[in-house]
């Protein structure tokens, strides 16, 4: 039986009552696996046509799914292909709340690993900006290479501090807030997690999630709306913070969430909308979640056309790629395409700004693996695609030199598994120039 602090044990058998045994009794069950799939790249009714997996829906998204114990998707290539992510069952309920409408400008203010960025991407269907931000380099380029690998174009990835976003004031359609917290509600999944909390617990978090809602809440337009959410279930890092921005800002109103029948309503009566998600409810760890809008009505328009892009960019003759989503940006003979934010961005941590297209080099231009995974197949005029079963994916994924003497294949290739791409190969004479980057081959 795993040992939990008695501060703790005091403060759920307080929020839990009866239900203390069975809640302690899952600690005991195996752990719940879980991933969601990329509906950018394939729709979950074609996925579901030639799924590896044993899956089973998850009830309050559409495009989650639980797999086996058996089944071990990270080592499979569509996982590098960027066909789904794994993510935490109750984790992706934040995500499916926020409702996110084509065009809108969307910040996710605490976003590493990528998963909430991820779901956002697929509502926005490239349509918008979404500003992907984590304080943490380190993490920030997590979630970077989580947003390349899903191939997202219209992202804009910053480490910025919230502190440093006054210029965004009222400028974002929607806001997602997934906190920093204690993380009580994954104790069972990561139990380091306990030792976190024995040296910090909830009153070191409730300050900092109060001042980044406090702070998310000044760059919502009026009439925009934003989820704020946590992995823990104290009453001071969930219900405490939703009242004090209700205290602040009487012009919020929370919305009522009401997916599924096992979630349980927020503590107080300003808070009876928002959910708690507890592991022995439901089929995945603890989350608490809350929809806000703020009052006001905005003048937004949304404008869908395509716009007319800076004059033909000369070395993507091979793709067929629509750059009038943005504008080209060159930066020391690396290119990109920018979407426009229509705000200075100056000043700002960036990693990255839209899709990072390639650079010249050697006098030659070389497209980037974030390129290769924002396309399709159909969009690329020279493609080895190889089966599933073909033992070269797997070689392809570990950073090998190929023989495609039975392929024909000659120059920069697009490299598919069943379609799907994977990066990028050179052929010449019928061997393949591995040139996928070290960070995405398999391990």
Same mark, same amino acid.
């Given at each position: 039986?795993?040992?939990?602090?008695?501060?703790?044990?005091?403060?759920?058998?307080?929020?839990?009552?009866?239900?203390?045994?069975?809640?302690?009794?899952?600690?005991?069950?195996?752990?719940?696996?879980?991933?969601?799939?990329?509906?950018?790249?394939?729709?979950?009714?074609?996925?579901?046509?030639?799924?590896?997996?044993?899956?089973?829906?998850?009830?309050?998204?559409?495009?989650?799914?639980?797999?086996?114990?058996?089944?071990?998707?990270?080592?499979?290539?569509?996982?590098?292909?960027?066909?789904?992510?794994?993510?935490?069952?109750?984790?992706?309920?934040?995500?499916?709340?926020?409702?996110?409408?084509?065009?809108?400008?969307?910040?996710?203010?605490?976003?590493?690993?990528?998963?909430?960025?991820?779901?956002? =991407?697929?509502?926005?269907?490239?349509?918008? &900006? +979404?500003? =992907?931000?984590?304080?943490?380099?380190?993490?920030?380029? *997590?979630?970077?290479?989580?947003?390349?690998?899903?191939?997202?174009?219209?992202?804009?990835?910053? =480490?910025?501090?919230?502190?440093?976003?006054?210029?965004?004031?009222?400028?974002?359609?929607?806001?997602?807030?997934?906190?920093?917290?204690?993380?009580?509600?994954?104790?069972?999944?990561?139990?380091?997690? &306990?030792?976190?909390?024995?040296?910090?617990?909830?009153?070191?978090?409730?300050?900092?999630?109060?001042?980044?809602?406090?702070?998310?809440?000044?760059?919502?337009?009026?009439?925009?709306?934003?989820?704020?959410?946590?992995?823990?279930?104290?009453?001071?890092?969930?219900? /405490?913070?939703? /009242?004090?921005?209700?205290?602040?800002?009487?012009?919020?109103?929370?919305?009522?969430?009401?997916?599924?029948?096992?979630?349980?309503?927020?503590?107080?009566?300003?808070?009876?909308?928002?959910?708690? +998600?507890?592991?022995?409810?439901?089929?995945?760890?603890?989350?608490?979640?809350?929809?806000?809008?703020?009052?006001?009505?905005?003048?937004?328009?949304?404008?869908?056309?395509?716009?007319?892009?800076?004059?033909?960019?000369?070395?993507?003759?091979?793709?067929?790629?629509?750059?009038?989503?943005?504008?080209? *940006?060159?930066?020391?003979?690396?290119?990109?395409?920018?979407?426009?934010?229509?705000?200075?961005?100056?000043?700002?941590? &960036?990693?990255?700004?839209?899709?990072?297209?390639?650079?010249?080099?050697?006098?030659?231009? /070389? =497209?980037?693996?974030?390129?290769?995974?924002?396309?399709?197949?159909?969009?690329?005029?020279?493609?080895?695609?190889?089966?599933? /079963?073909?033992?070269?994916?797997?070689?392809?994924?570990?950073?090998?030199?190929?023989?495609?003497?039975?392929?024909?294949?000659?120059?920069?290739?697009?490299?598919?598994?069943?379609?799907?791409?994977?990066?990028?190969?050179?052929?010449?004479?019928? &061997?393949?120039?591995?040139?996928?980057?070290?960070?995405?081959?398999?391990?």
């Amino acid at each position: 039986m795993i040992e939990l602090p008695d501060a703790y044990l005091d403060n759920m058998k307080e929020l839990l009552g009866d239900e203390i045994k069975d809640y302690l009794d899952c600690f005991g069950h195996e752990s719940i696996r879980s991933l969601r799939l990329n509906t950018r790249k394939i729709p979950v009714r074609d996925f579901l046509k030639f799924n590896p997996f044993t899956l089973t829906s998850i009830p309050w998204t559409d495009d989650g799914f639980y797999y086996e114990e058996n089944d071990d998707p990270t080592r499979h290539p569509y996982y590098y292909a960027g066909l789904y992510y794994i993510q935490e069952a109750s984790a992706m309920l934040p995500a499916q709340v926020l409702p996110i409408d084509k065009g809108d400008k969307v910040l996710d203010l605490c976003a590493a690993p990528g998963g909430k960025t991820l779901k956002i =991407a697929d509502k926005l269907q490239g349509t918008g &900006i +979404l500003f =992907a931000n984590d304080i943490s380099v380190s993490r920030a380029q *997590v979630l970077l290479k989580n947003i390349e690998n899903h191939g997202v174009r219209n992202c804009i990835v910053m =480490a910025e501090d919230i502190s440093h976003l006054e210029r965004f004031t009222e400028y974002f359609d929607k806001i997602l807030v997934d906190a920093p917290c204690s993380g009580e509600g994954m104790f069972r999944k990561d139990r380091k997690l &306990i030792r976190s909390w024995l040296e910090k617990g909830n009153d070191d978090y409730a300050p900092i999630q109060k001042e980044l809602l406090h702070q998310a809440i000044k760059l919502l337009k009026p009439g925009g709306k934003l989820v704020y959410s946590t992995c823990t279930f104290s009453r001071k890092e969930n219900e /405490e913070v939703i /009242e004090s921005v209700l205290k602040e800002y009487p012009e919020l109103h929370v919305l009522l969430i009401g997916i599924h029948g096992s979630f349980v309503p927020g503590l107080t009566e300003n808070t009876g909308n928002c959910v708690r +998600l507890y592991p022995h409810k439901i089929k995945g760890e603890g989350h608490f979640v809350a929809l806000l809008q703020k009052g006001g009505n905005t003048s937004k328009t949304v404008d869908l056309q395509k716009k007319k892009n800076d004059p033909d960019f000369p070395y993507l003759e091979h793709f067929d790629l629509d750059l009038s989503e943005g504008h080209i *940006v060159n930066r020391k003979e690396k290119y990109y395409l920018e979407p426009d934010a229509s705000v200075d961005l100056s000043g700002l941590r &960036i990693l990255r700004s839209g899709l990072y297209l390639g650079e010249w080099n050697h006098e030659r231009f /070389e =497209a980037s693996y974030a390129l290769a995974k924002a396309i399709s197949s159909s969009q690329y005029d020279n493609v080895l695609n190889l089966a599933l /079963e073909d033992q070269r994916v797997l070689k392809y994924l570990k950073g090998e030199t190929l023989d495609v003497r039975d392929r024909h294949a000659n120059g920069t290739v697009l490299v598919c598994v069943d379609d799907y791409p994977l990066g990028f190969g050179i052929v010449s004479k019928g &061997i393949l120039k591995n040139k996928l980057p070290a960070q995405y081959r398999y391990k």
